[in-house]
């Protein structure tokens, strides 16, 4: 199993923006999605989508603030994150599902973004 290839994150100020992407094949992809790991916290949810047709939900967390978006034509996954906080630093996953037989679900390994304050 390939990971998905991740770009984007690093250090950052309060306030500033950050915008992640992922590589995904695109074949049967159903949905793509974000979460992300705090040090010494469990793996958490942060957003996701629907390929087709863009149909999203967020996390409270960051509802507001980030938004997911994918580019069909370039089989590539976005997290924009504006107004970053301390409480964001995390490492940040990409996550999609494809519909095959048997369903199959692949995770990139993970960017680090630091907001410092």
């Known amino acids: 199993q390939v990971a998905l290839v991740q770009s984007g994150g690093g250090l950052v100020q309060v306030g500033d923006s950050v915008r992640l992407s992922c590589e995904v094949s695109g074949r049967n992809t159903y949905a793509v999605g974000w979460f992300r790991q705090a040090p010494g916290a469990e793996r958490e949810f942060v957003a996701a989508?629907?390929?087709?047709?863009?149909?999203?939900v967020y996390a409270g967390a960051v509802k507001g603030r980030f938004t997911i978006s994918r580019d069909t034509t370039k089989n590539t996954v976005y997290l924009q994150m504006n107004n970053l906080k301390p409480e964001d630093t995390a490492v940040y996953y990409c996550?999609?599902?494809?519909?095959?037989?048997?369903?199959?679900?692949?995770w990139g390994k993970g960017t680090l973004v630091t907001v410092s304050s």
């Open positions: 996550n999609v599902i494809h519909i095959v037989a048997p369903p199959e679900d692949y």
């Open positions: 989508s629907t390929w087709n047709n863009g149909r999203s």
